[in-house]
Every structure is written in C-alpha cells, then in structure tokens.
C-alpha cells in the first residue's frame, strides 16, 4: 500500500482551515501570517481588517484572556477554478470559566475565499458572522450542493 503525499485541493483548504485554528489557539502568530495572502481581508460583523499584518495584530490583541479552543464543525470546499477556492466551517469558542471550566462563548460560520500560491493554498478573505447577524456583503453564500 502506498502512501499518496499529495493532498487533494479540497483536502488542502480542510488542512489549512483545521491548522488556523490550532495556530490560533497555540497563539502562534507568525505561522497564522504564512497562511494568509498579503492583501487578505478579514470581517467580523461590521469589523473589518485589511491586509496581512492589520489581521495578525488585531487578532494577536483579541487573545488578552487564556488561551480558548476554536472547534470546527466539517467544512465544505468549492472549487471556483484550479487556483481559488471557497470554504464554509462552523465554529464553536470555548473561553475558560470560573474555577477552572470552559464556557461556550458563541457559535460562528466562517465564510472563506482562497487562492492557490506557489506556498500552498492562501486565505484571501475571511468572514466571520454569527447566527444573529446578516451576512456581510462580499461573502460566499453556502452552497446547496
């Protein structure tokens, strides 16, 4: 049995959408900078970043309390073409409690787009909405099939 060591796309984008999280977690900011396209857009409800190193210093400051988990629920990937990609992830923040528990502090959707580099697949936007809120404009609607 023989071991193929490359990844389809789709698994690519699920691999660099599983790794954000845990870079994230692990507060490991200059890993979380390679997985970004410089000119990458990130909006949070009304909140909105460009580029690279405006994403990782608003998100480095966002981390002030213990480290919390992000927890992914599956994700879905549509190939637009051979380069670029569109991706769909429920999320679940866990933020530490009192006397040592965890509390859920929301659920959210990420709504990707990527871009194929010579370093790997790359987020060129990322929105993030919460069940409350609209989605923002620019976003990819999730898929039907």
């Not at 990844?7 to 890993?31: C, G, H, M, Q």
């Not at 051979?82 to 929301?106: F, K, L």
């Not at 993030?128 to 989605?135: F, I, T």
Request: proline share 6%; glycine share 6%.
């Amino acid at each position: 049995m023989s071991i193929n060591s490359e990844p389809s796309a789709e698994d690519a984008v699920r691999r660099l959408i599983a790794l954000y999280a845990f870079k994230l977690d692990d507060r490991d900011y200059t890993a979380l900078a390679t997985m970004l396209h410089e000119d990458c857009i990130m909006a949070v409800g009304t909140f909105r970043l460009t580029g690279r190193d405006e994403m990782i210093s608003s998100v480095a400051g966002m981390q002030t309390q213990e480290p919390g988990r992000h927890l992914l629920g599956p994700t879905v990937v549509q190939l637009d073409d051979e380069s670029h990609a569109s991706a769909w992830t429920d999320m679940v923040g866990i933020v530490p409690g009192p006397d040592n528990t965890q509390i859920i502090a929301g659920t959210w959707r990420y709504h990707d787009r990527l871009v194929l580099t010579e370093d790997g697949w790359l987020f060129t936007h990322r929105f993030l909405h919460s069940p409350a809120e609209p989605l923002m404009s620019g976003a990819p609607s999730v898929p039907t099939r």
